[in-house]
Nanobody, 126 residues
Framework: QVQLVESGGGLVQTGGSLRLSCTAS????????MGWFRQAPGKERDFVAA??????????NYADSVKGRFTISRDNAKNTVYLQMNSLKPEDTAVYYC?????????????????WGQGTQVTVSS
């Protein structure tokens, strides 16, 4: 079992930055592929970014809408995954969720993830 707790959301102006954190319980955090998803009101939950684990860091994957602006990273010693969000736009407004899966490789659909955090609100004002 893994429990995930997100933090770092808030209100920011267009062009601003935020860093989300997701801290996991459990001693096997490093074995999990970690992902970030987001859900805007009235819309489906969409993939944002994912990171696997390797001895040298981790492979990453991003949705086209956030490439070049968002960066996912992880610190296995702290059981934490981060999402650095720069150049934020109003369309980035959503509840952001952290997720974990033991499936190998970079997973981009919500159905491939077994564990979810409670979500953190990100609001970008125009």
């Amino acid at each position: 079992q893994v429990q995930l707790v997100e933090s770092g959301g808030g209100l920011v102006q267009t062009g601003g930055s935020l860093r989300l954190s997701c801290t996991a319980s459990g001693r096997t955090f490093s074995r999990y592929t970690m992902g970030w998803f987001r859900q805007a009101p009235g819309k489906e939950r969409d993939f944002v970014a994912a990171i696997t684990w390797t001895w040298t860091g981790g492979d990453t994957n991003y949705a086209d809408s956030v490439k070049g602006r968002f960066t996912i990273s992880r610190d296995n010693a702290k059981n934490t995954v981060y999402l650095q969000m720069n150049s934020l736009k109003p369309e980035d407004t959503a509840v952001y969720y952290c997720a974990a899966t033991l499936l190998a490789g970079l997973r981009t659909t919500q159905y491939e993830y077994d564990y979810w955090g409670q979500g953190t609100q990100v609001t970008v004002s125009s």
